[in-house]
């Protein structure tokens, strides 16, 4: 049952921020973060395998990884809770409000979906840059004959993600921190609210005196500071409730 204040918010808010996570391309068929890596990967724990740390000692596994990861993610497609926040920002642009989408997801689906304004606040798999001469190259193709695939200039080439103990992208960082602490609503989706920075943006939003709305079918650390946590998926929850909301 959806509480009618929410229904009223969604409809009538005068600025929403969006924050995603791996929950949200579940239902696409893309494993979450912290789901069990399986098949060849299973005696990994991939917060170790996404660090610098990791990428030094055995640069071949870490990018055999990665390459899997975005050959995989280039068979998926987005599900309807992507499309139901492409539309989103489409009714609020039309209506002159402001909307910002926060994703630290990798894997380029909202985009995909429609969406026009994502923040990457933790990069993508499909920009692959050098780690001697910065130079980077999209790659939305095969997968590469050789890990790590290397530059023209003979550097190694990495995945343009955002590993444990690097920095997040400053200019990303710093407009979701903005949208954060102006928002009317800010709605934590499918994520586990447990990776920083990014688990921090609703703090912001929270000290202004936003209303946060979470939709995860699992309990999070953020659940009991949110105005409302539905426990559900949000492919079915998040449409059921932008067209109660009429957007
Ligand atoms: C569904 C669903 C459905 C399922 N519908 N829901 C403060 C306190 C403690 C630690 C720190 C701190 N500040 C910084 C740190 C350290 C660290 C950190 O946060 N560690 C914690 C784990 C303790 N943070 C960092 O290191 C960050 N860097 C940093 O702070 O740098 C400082 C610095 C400054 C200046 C110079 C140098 C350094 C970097 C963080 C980078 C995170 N990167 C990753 C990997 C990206 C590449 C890759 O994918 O391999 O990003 S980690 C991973 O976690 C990935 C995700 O984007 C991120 C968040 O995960 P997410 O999206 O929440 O996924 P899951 O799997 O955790 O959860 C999925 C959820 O979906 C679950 O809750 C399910 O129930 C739910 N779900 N189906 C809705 N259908
Ligand atoms: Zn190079």
């Excluded at 994703?103 to 689906?109: E, G, H, I």
């Excluded at 790659?139 to 003979?154: I, S, Y």
């Excluded at 995860?216 to 998926?233: C, D, F, I, V, Y």
């Amino acid at each position: 049952m959806l509480d009618h204040e929410l229904i009223d918010l969604v409809g009538a808010a005068h600025s929403i921020v969006v924050l995603s996570g791996a929950g949200v391309s579940a239902e696409s068929g893309i494993p979450t973060f912290r789901d069990a890596l399986t098949g060849l990967w299973a005696r990994f724990n991939p917060e170790e395998l996404a660090t610098p740390q990791a990428f030094s000692k055995d640069p071949r596994l870490v990018s055999r990884w990665y390459d899997e990861r975005r050959c995989n993610v280039l068979k998926c497609r987005p599900n309807a809770g992507h499309f139901v926040l492409a539309q989103l920002e489409k009714a609020f642009q039309e209506k002159n409000r402001p909307f910002t989408l926060i994703t630290q997801n990798v894997d380029r689906l909202h985009q995909a979906a429609g969406s026009q304004n994502v923040i990457e606040l933790h990069g993508n798999l499909f920009t692959w840059r050098c780690v001697d001469c910065g130079k980077e190259r999209d790659e939305n193709g095969l997968a590469f004959d050789e890990h790590p695939p290397r530059c023209e200039c003979g550097g190694l080439r990495r995945p343009g993600v955002v590993w444990f103990g690097e920095a997040l992208p400053g200019e990303a960082l710093l407009k979701a921190q903005r949208a954060s602490g102006r928002c009317a609503l800010f709605m934590s989706l499918g994520t586990s609210s447990v990776v920083y920075p990014a688990a921090a943006l609703v703090d912001l939003a929270l000290q202004n005196g936003a209303k946060v709305l979470e939709i995860n079918p699992e309990q999070t650390p953020l659940s009991r500071r949110a105005h409302w946590s539905l426990r559900g998926k949000c492919g079915k929850t998040l449409p059921d409730l932008i067209s109660r909301a009429g957007n």
